[in-house]
C-alpha cells in the first residue's frame, strides 16, 4: 500500500508557510497542500495557535515552520539541507531562529494589525524594515 502523502496546512502569502514548501520540494517530498482561510475555524483543531504552517504526517502532527523543517530533515535525509560541519550547522540554525523569532513575529501582519489606524501605512512600513533590516544585518 502507498504510503500516505503529508498533509501541508499553508496559505499563499504565508511566509512561514514558504519555508516549508521550499524544504518539502528541494527534498522531492509529495505532500497535499490544504489552504487554509484566516477565518477557518475548523483549522484550531489542527492548531490550536490558528497559526499556519502545519504539517500533518500520518499520526505526527507538527506546527510552527522550523520544527517542521527540522522533522523533515530527520525524516527525509535525502538533499539535506543542514550542512554537517558543526559551525556552519550552527550559523545556519542562528540565520534560521533569528529570521523565525527576530524578525518575522516582530513585523507580521498579527503585529502590525494590533496599530492599524493608530499609525500611518508609511510609519508601519518603517517598523517592518526597521525589523527586517536589523535580523539580516545581525547575520
Ligand atoms: N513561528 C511560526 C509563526 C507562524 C505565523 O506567524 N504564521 C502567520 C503566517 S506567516 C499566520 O498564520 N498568521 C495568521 C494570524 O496572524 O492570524 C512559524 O514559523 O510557523
Given at each position: 500500500m502507498a504510503a500516505m502523502k503529508p498533509v501541508l496546512y499553508s496559505a499563499a502569502i504565508s511566509s512561514c508557510s514558504y519555508r516549508v514548501r521550499i524544504a518539502?520540494?528541494?527534498k522531492g517530498v509529495e505532500y497535499e497542500y490544504r489552504a487554509v482561510?484566516?477565518?477557518?475555524t475548523d483549522y484550531e483543531k489542527i492548531?490550536?495557535?490558528k497559526y499556519v504552517p502545519a504539517?500533518?504526517?500520518?499520526d505526527i502532527l507538527?506546527?510552527?515552520?522550523?520544527?517542521?523543517?527540522?522533522?523533515?530533515?530527520?525524516k527525509y535525509p535525502q538533499h539535506l539541507l543542514?550542512?554537517?560541519?558543526?559551525?556552519?550547522k550552527a550559523l545556519n540554525l542562528q540565520i534560521a531562529s533569528i529570521v523565525c523569532s527576530s524578525i518575522q513575529p516582530l513585523q507580521c501582519y498579527a503585529v502590525i494589525g494590533l496599530i492599524k489606524g493608530k499609525l500611518g501605512p508609511d510609519e508601519s512600513l518603517q517598523i517592518v524594515h526597521h525589523y527586517i533590516d536589523k535580523g539580516f544585518r545581525g547575520n
Open positions: 518539502l520540494s528541494l482561510e484566516w477565518n477557518d492548531n490550536p495557535i504539517l500533518q504526517d500520518g507538527v506546527s510552527d515552520s522550523l520544527a517542521i523543517i527540522l522533522y523533515l530533515e530527520d543542514l550542512p554537517q560541519d558543526l559551525k556552519r
